[in-house]
């Protein structure tokens, strides 16, 4: 955490990749409006000319909330958000950058200096690490108690990236940010314990039920999970490149990856909005390019087999699946993620809940169905997310513990996975995918192009 002198003076910095891959946002919060200061960054390649970039401010206020206790006892004013838009980054280089604003009288008020790595450009072969969890939350990190302590293992995981952090280039945090439900102030604390991280890397986040569900204001699902805040919050608080970022679904590309990140509290089905945007974001990937397709949404679309998932008797979110699978065949998706759900699980590569193949520590060759993982156990309570007793024929590893997955891109046709817990960091699960760019092109099941006997 930064200590100012001024208490008003900007905290907590927060990166995103921004719309193109040779930008980069710069979001932070303060105690100035608009009025009161004018905010903006100061940056440069590492020792060379330093640019002022002018930043935007947003807020939002009590009748911005969708009802208790966000409106009531957990209302806390959240302060200014600031955004800024680095361009026509160098991909790769090094910057440095400090928040600034300037007051009425010409005093000039300034963060520390923090660096960042620009992006590589779209399929730059360069070795390239992603960090991907969900449900991660917040902690007390001088061991006071909460009154509802629910993220015991969120320091773990918060460290042992920060350990790691010269070899991860992005995070992606899908849904569950930081379970503020409605007490404001819960925000500032989770964006302090990630600000070693944030202000280094992009720190992408998706929207969960503990963001956004709230009655009666067009969530997907009519629940009471988000404490009265529907999404207001989050969206504010940190930078998507979203078409629409009250809709929180949008696509990434960073060097060999393209993510498509879903929100699972607005409809998803054919024929929605949403549905229509999954399917441009997967068919518009140069696969030449961008040769690593990742799928991620908060809830599990694909499968899970938690007690949760079977009681119901699906084995995933009600419609998920169903609704997508075709889509992750026809555009060849390598890998799901999602959060929600407490604990590690992978997948065999299914389709239609039958091993295409058998899971295993190494495929390559063409693709043949997706892998489905479940990484949600990266700090929130575990106690109600244990697993059926069944056999489930595409359930291939499975853990009951606090952790967090790792994707390395070594090159174009080579990809690490690794799944780490975060107790002590090391790798209790990993496979590897090799291929061509023949292979990514190769008709896999269900999807074998018409042929011609025209020469």
Known sequence: MVTFANPKAPVYPRLAQGKSWDEMTITWTSGYNIKEAVPFVEWGAKGGPRFLSPAGTLSFNRNSMCGAPARTVGWRHPGYIHTSFLKDLWPDSKYTYRLGHRLPNGTQVWSKIYSFKASPYPGQDSLQQIVIFGDMGKAEADGSNEFNDFQPGSLNTTNQIIRDLKNIDMVLHIGDICYANGYLSQWDQFTSQIEPIASTVPYMIGSGNHERDWPGTGSFYGNLDSGGECGVPAQTVFYTPAENRAKFWYATDYGMFR????????????????????????????????????????????????????????????????????????????????GHVHNYERTCPVYQSQCVVDASDHYSGPFKATTHVVVGGAGASIADSAFTTSNIQWSHFRDFDFGFVKLTAFNQSSLLFEYKKSHDGNVYDHFTISRDYRDVLACSIDNCPRTTLAS
């Open 259 to 338: 993510f498509c990140i879903a929100n699972t509290e607005e409809d998803w089905r054919p024929g929605t909005e949403q549905y229509k945007f999954i399917e441009q974001c997967l068919s518009s990937v140069d696969r030449q390019k961008q040769p690593w397709l990742i799928f991620l949404a908060h809830r599990v679309l694909g499968y899970s087999s938690c007690t949760y998932y079977e009681t119901e008797g699906t084995f995933e979110e009600p419609m998920g699946r169903e609704a997508l699978q075709e889509l992750w065949q026809k555009y060849k998706v390598d890998l799901a993620f999602y």
